[in-house]
């Protein structure tokens, strides 16, 4: 069975908000949606596909080779105090 995730699982990988994820969803604009009864899922090989296919990089990498991937560390989320003049 192929491994599905959810829209907090994608928001990690695409570095976006979790309601970033579910209005472009909605949207039509991210691959590999599924709903079988439940939370919105997602094909982790698909959301992998579309953001390697996505991501700007001249070098020709992709994801894996440059480490951002399904293993991705919560612990590199930042979660300090926002700069001041900035909004959250």
Request: no cysteine; proline share 5%; charged share 35%.
């Amino acid at each position: 069975m192929k491994k599905l995730l959810v829209a907090r699982d994608v928001a990690k990988l695409a570095r976006w908000h979790v309601v970033t994820v579910y209005k472009k969803s909605a949207a039509g604009e991210i691959p590999g949606r599924t709903k079988l009864g439940g939370p919105l899922q997602f094909r982790e090989s698909e959301v992998e596909k579309w953001l390697d296919k996505a991501e700007d990089n001249a070098a020709g990498r992709t994801r894996k080779e440059k480490g951002i991937g399904s293993d991705f560390d919560d612990s590199t989320i930042f979660t300090g105090p926002l700069p001041e003049g900035t909004r959250s």
